[in-house]
């Protein structure tokens, strides 16, 4: 059974920092993608970046470009998403998805198909 389990949210003021962790269990994290994704309150999902299945490719939506850095331990079955520069509309639960596929596959402008397998998320709350 595939198991995501997201760690590491908090309550932190503008311009702070955060790392988030997912650990993964009941599939072999090398062999796919995996993605994060955010859902604010009152809103939609909002993919945020994608990591291919050996780390050596990102992507990253452009909200958070610069700001967010997404990797991944597969030989400890983590995936990581080092935030900075925190900013009140960076207020939301965060999501570790995978994927269904190693590569990160084409999309346009921020909207990636993030995979169906979601963890139960984390709060970040970015608020002085």
């Known amino acids: 059974e595939v198991q995501l389990v997201e760690s590491g949210g908090a309550w932190v003021q503008p311009g702070g920092s955060l790392r988030l962790s997912c650990a993964a269990s009941?599939?072999?994290?090398?062999?796919?993608?995996m993605s994060w994704v955010r859902q604010a309150p009152g809103k939609g999902p909002e993919w945020v970046s994608v990591?291919?299945?050996?780390?050596?490719?990102?992507r990253y939506a452009d909200s958070v470009k610069g700001r967010f850095t997404i990797s991944r331990d597969n030989a400890n079955n983590t995936l990581h998403l080092q935030m900075i520069s925190l900013k009140p509309e960076d207020t939301a639960v965060y999501y570790c998805a995978k994927d269904d596929v190693p590569t990160i596959k084409n999309f346009i402008a921020g909207d990636y198909p993030v995979g169906d397998y979601w963890g139960q998320g984390t709060q970040v709350t970015v608020s002085s």
């Open positions: 009941g599939f072999t994290l090398s062999k796919y993608a």
């Open positions: 990591i291919n299945a050996d780390g050596g490719r990102t």
